[in-house]
């Protein structure tokens, strides 16, 4: 028998239902895979071998069918997840078991998809290399010594070394596309309130939004259909049905793209790109236009503000939502001895509680919302998101998508940006525009640069979604899937 | 010139409920310094008469059905708290002793 670490996510859950297979051999060799190689990649914070096994000893009995049935799947741990400790990779809330499941855990559940357990991350989202992570960092499995991209580091770098099929991120800046692109992995943002945030721990509410991540455009697709959809217990998710995202998926792996404009950004040109990475973005260009794509050029005069509008609005969101964490309610209190307020206490509970970039983030919120500086900060930033978002509306008359590389720089060595916090901001240049528009977007591998993975990136219109899988899964249909070297 | 001084960052952090140390806001002043002056470049646009964007789906006032539905158990959402007593969350003194 194949190795079954190895195949998609569509042959498991075929092998799966024709019972070539059964669920349970299908966990069991995630399991232990995970168990095999997780000391040296730690990719997960909590892994439930119980749970999973029993959720696919369901799937086995027939309790429950459907297109990802038995396939099992690493849970990003910004997610609560019922009865499974739940960190955001945060002291803050280390032992914390929430009582609830979020809605797209329910939906996995409810897909007869067995939970392999929680992934790392940097703390609360906050980062690009999960550096920033309380509990240590994941290691890229493409070279253990460089970074496997955050925040979502952890659900990449479970896919990239095998240990999972499919993976749960959540893009609030490009934490789900970026660890895609430096761990040769796929990963989708979907359109924001595409998919329910209920459940999700907040770090910026309007940007947040929980998306798919595997190894093949098409499981990526099936993952996104069965998370998506309108959910009326998250106020800003869209009563609207998901397009058809798994048949855009097939429509594109047949490698016909007559007709479809892909618009490069004027403004994205010699951006700080290491040359190895715009050489690969080049390369899969003329590969789309050789499926019978067409390349425009186009201009989007704000996008050069996005860093910095994203650096205000997204703080100033978090400073507000991490509020909640006072050693009240969960987790952590700390130097409460009887003699001390509880002023006193929060403080001290939310400054043992908190990493680093946390604080500066709520700091720097806190300053942009304050009395004095707001209209310059935080409202001037908000008048930005909307220039950006008219760039976005007006490229898209011109055009089918909007392309460009992923992140400018492939996985980097540990420590190379940290002490420096707005070089690690950098790896976002490209993957921000997109989540202050709202749109979705999509990381494919597209080559290698010195031995290290290259993401490729479509963004497509709001609610377009089907149009990015379309030309995502051209693309590797043109230029095929990326191995890691053996671990 | 410093876009923030060391003296306005320890504010914030007293506004924001951070004890952090004296190493920490040398550290956070010199970093929030450089990581301010780059994002205040969003105030070169010119933007005087633009509508400000707060997030990206245009909905207003979105309700739902007024039916009665369970909520979270009494035992289920206290099952976190780091102090409960009698059914609830447990604090410190918010009073000084004197009122």
């Given at each position: 028998?194949?190795?079954?670490?190895?195949?998609?996510?569509?042959?498991?859950?075929?092998?799966?239902?024709?019972?070539?297979?059964?669920?349970?051999?299908?966990?069991?060799?995630?399991?232990?895979?995970?168990?095999?190689?997780?000391?040296?990649?730690?990719?997960?914070?909590?892994?439930?071998?119980?749970?999973a096994?029993?959720?696919?000893?369901?799937?086995?009995?027939?309790?429950?069918?459907?297109?990802?049935?038995?396939?099992?799947?690493?849970?990003?741990?910004?997610?609560?997840?019922?009865?499974?400790?739940?960190?955001a990779?945060?002291?803050?809330?280390?032992?914390?078991?929430?009582?609830?499941?979020?809605?797209?855990?329910?939906?996995?559940?409810?897909?007869?998809?067995?939970?392999?357990?929680?992934?790392?991350?940097?703390?609360?989202?906050?980062?690009?290399?999960?550096?920033?992570?309380?509990?240590?960092?994941?290691?890229?499995?493409?070279?253990?010594?460089?970074?496997?991209?955050?925040?979502?580091?952890?659900?990449a770098a479970?896919?990239?070394a095998?240990?999972?099929?499919?993976?749960?991120?959540?893009?609030?800046?490009?934490?789900?596309?970026?660890?895609?692109?430096?761990?040769?992995?796929?990963g989708?943002k979907?359109?924001?309130?595409?998919?329910?945030?209920?459940?999700?721990?907040?770090?910026?509410?309007?940007?947040d939004?929980?998306?798919?991540?595997?190894?093949?455009?098409?499981?990526?697709?099936?993952?996104?259909?069965?998370?998506?959809?309108?959910?009326?217990?998250?106020?800003?998710?869209?009563?609207?049905?998901?397009?058809?995202?798994?048949?855009?998926?097939r429509?594109?792996?047949?490698?016909?793209?007559?007709?479809?404009?892909?618009?490069?950004?004027?403004?994205?040109?010699?951006?700080?790109?290491?040359?190895?990475?715009?050489?690969?973005?080049?390369?899969?260009?003329?590969?789309?236009?050789?499926?019978?794509?067409?390349?425009?050029?186009?201009?989007?005069?704000?996008?050069?503000?996005?860093?910095?509008?994203?650096?205000?609005?997204?703080?100033?969101?978090c400073?507000?939502?991490?509020?909640?964490?006072?050693?009240?309610?969960?987790?952590?209190?700390?130097?409460?001895?009887?003699?001390?307020?509880?002023?006193?206490?929060?403080?001290?509970?939310?400054?043992?509680?908190?990493?680093?970039?946390?604080k500066?983030?709520?700091?720097l919120?806190t300053?942009?919302?304050?009395?004095?500086?707001?209209?310059a900060?935080?409202?001037?930033?908000?008048?930005?998101?909307?220039?950006?978002t008219?760039?976005?509306?007006?490229?898209?008359?011109?055009?089918?998508?909007?392309?460009?590389?992923?992140?400018?720089?492939?996985?980097?060595?540990?420590?190379?940006?940290?002490?420096?916090?707005?070089?690690?901001?950098?790896?976002?240049?490209?993957?921000?525009?997109?989540?202050?528009?709202?749109?979705?977007?999509?990381?494919?591998?597209?080559?290698?640069?010195?031995?290290?993975?290259?993401?490729?990136?479509?963004?497509?219109?709001?609610?377009?979604?089907?149009?990015?899988?379309?030309?995502?899964?051209?693309?590797?249909?043109?230029?095929?899937?990326?191995?890691?070297?053996?671990? | 010139?410093?876009?923030?001084?060391?003296?306005?960052?320890?504010?914030?952090?007293?506004?924001?409920?951070?004890?952090?140390?004296?190493?920490?806001?040398?550290?956070?002043?010199?970093?929030?310094?450089?990581?301010?002056?780059?994002?205040?470049?969003?105030?070169?646009?010119?933007?005087?008469?633009?509508?400000?964007?707060?997030?990206?789906?245009?909905?207003?006032?979105?309700?739902?059905?007024?039916?009665?539905?369970?909520?979270?158990?009494?035992?289920?959402?206290?099952?976190?708290?780091?102090?409960?007593?009698?059914?609830?969350?447990?604090?410190?003194?918010?009073?000084?002793?004197?009122?």
């Amino acid at each position: 028998m194949s190795d079954l670490t190895r195949l998609s996510a569509a042959d498991l859950a075929s092998r799966i239902a024709s019972r070539e297979v059964s669920a349970v051999e299908v966990a069991t060799a995630h399991l232990d895979r995970i168990d095999a190689v997780d000391e040296r990649v730690h990719a997960f914070l909590h892994v439930d071998r119980e749970g999973a096994l029993a959720a696919a000893a369901a799937v086995d009995r027939g309790e429950i069918t459907g297109p990802l049935a038995g396939v099992p799947i690493a849970v990003k741990d910004v997610v609560t997840t019922k009865g499974l400790p739940t960190t955001a990779a945060s002291k803050i809330l280390e032992g914390w078991t929430p009582p609830y499941d979020a809605t797209i855990v329910e939906r996995l559940k409810a897909a007869g998809m067995p939970i392999l357990g929680k992934t790392n991350m940097d703390e609360f989202a906050m980062g690009s290399s999960t550096e920033y992570s309380a509990y240590g960092p994941t290691n890229n499995p493409w070279d253990l010594g460089r970074i496997p991209g955050g925040s979502g580091g952890g659900s990449a770098a479970a896919l990239a070394a095998y240990e999972a099929p499919l993976a749960i991120g959540t893009d609030t800046g490009g934490s789900i596309r970026q660890p895609g692109a430096v761990t040769g992995t796929v990963g989708a943002k979907p359109t924001y309130g595409g998919t329910s945030r209920y459940g999700l721990i907040a770090f910026s509410s309007s940007l947040d939004t929980p998306g798919p991540c595997g190894r093949t455009v098409e499981d990526t697709a099936l993952l996104h259909a069965v998370i998506a959809g309108h959910d009326p217990r998250d106020s800003t998710s869209i009563p609207q049905p998901v397009p058809d995202v798994v048949a855009a998926a097939r429509r594109g792996a047949t490698g016909d793209l007559t007709g479809v404009k892909l618009g490069l950004v004027k403004e994205f040109a010699g951006d700080g790109s290491e040359p190895g990475v715009l050489a690969a973005f080049r390369e899969s260009l003329e590969a789309l236009v050789k499926l019978g794509a067409e390349v425009v050029e186009v201009s989007c005069p704000h996008f050069q503000y996005a860093l910095p509008a994203y650096y205000l609005i997204a703080p100033s969101e978090c400073s507000s939502n991490l509020a909640r964490f006072d050693g009240v309610r969960y987790g952590l209190r700390s130097g409460d001895d009887g003699s001390r307020s509880l002023e006193e206490v929060m403080s001290l509970t939310r400054d043992e509680g908190f990493g680093p970039e946390v604080k500066r983030r709520i700091i720097l919120g806190t300053y942009a919302l304050s009395s004095g500086y707001y209209d310059a900060y935080y409202g001037q930033a908000q008048k930005v998101r909307t220039l950006i978002t008219r760039d976005f509306q007006a490229a898209f008359e011109q055009v089918d998508v909007l392309v460009s590389p992923t992140t400018p720089f492939v996985a980097f060595p540990f420590g190379s940006r940290t002490s420096d916090p707005y070089q690690m901001y950098l790896a976002d240049l490209f993957t921000i525009p997109t989540n202050l528009y709202g749109g979705p977007a999509i990381s494919v591998p597209c080559g290698l640069s010195e031995g290290l993975p290259v993401g490729f990136q479509i963004m497509a219109p709001t609610l377009a979604d089907d149009r990015m899988y379309r030309v995502a899964a051209a693309l590797e249909s043109a230029v095929g899937t990326f191995t890691p070297p053996a671990l | 010139m410093a876009a923030i001084s060391r003296e306005e960052v320890a504010h914030l952090a007293r506004l924001s409920r951070l004890a952090v140390t004296e190493e920490e806001l040398d550290r956070f002043a010199g970093q929030l310094d450089v990581i301010l002056q780059s994002v205040a470049r969003v105030g070169e646009v010119a933007a005087e008469d633009i509508p400000p964007t707060s997030h990206s789906v245009p909905l207003t006032n979105v309700y739902r059905e007024d039916v009665p539905a369970p909520s979270l158990a009494q035992d289920a959402a206290l099952s976190g708290a780091p102090d409960a007593y009698e059914g609830r969350f447990r604090v410190p003194r918010i009073l000084d002793e004197e009122d």
